[in-house]
């Protein structure tokens, strides 16, 4: 069992940026990858993007170029550097470990994009 815990999320206008943090309460080395996730009311739980312990990425199309995740070993944290927000971005953003045979989420923080 891994515990996650999410920080980071908050308000902000079209064209600005936000960071999350997602703290592992384990040594990310052991864990096989983590992402970011995002659901907004009424829709499903979407991937944003993914990071293995090998540091390979992945992200949604509709982020690509925008965001940026990363990790600090040391930290047993992974981040997600959102910039260029859009309104259509607004959502609760999940953070997920995926350590075998375990999937593992956070409690979620909201993300709101607005003027």
């Known amino acids: 069992q891994v515990q996650l815990v999410e920080s980071g999320g908050g308000l902000v206008q079209p064209g600005g940026s936000l960071r999350l943090s997602c703290a592992a309460s384990?040594?990310?080395?052991?864990?096989?990858?983590m992402g970011w996730y995002r659901q907004a009311p009424g829709k499903q739980r979407d991937l944003v993007a993914r990071?293995?312990?090998?540091?390979?990425?992945l992200y949604a199309d509709s982020v690509k170029g925008r965001f940026t995740i990363s990790r600090d070993n040391a930290e047993n944290t992974v981040y997600l550097q959102m910039n260029s927000l859009k309104p259509e971005d607004t959502a609760v953003y999940y953070c997920?470990?995926?350590?075998?045979?375990?999937?593992?989420w956070g409690q979620g923080t909201q993300v709101t994009v607005s003027s």
């Open positions: 997920n470990a995926y350590k075998w045979p375990s999937t593992n």
């Open positions: 384990v040594s990310i080395f052991t864990i096989n990858h």
């Open positions: 990071i293995t312990s090998g540091g390979d990425t």
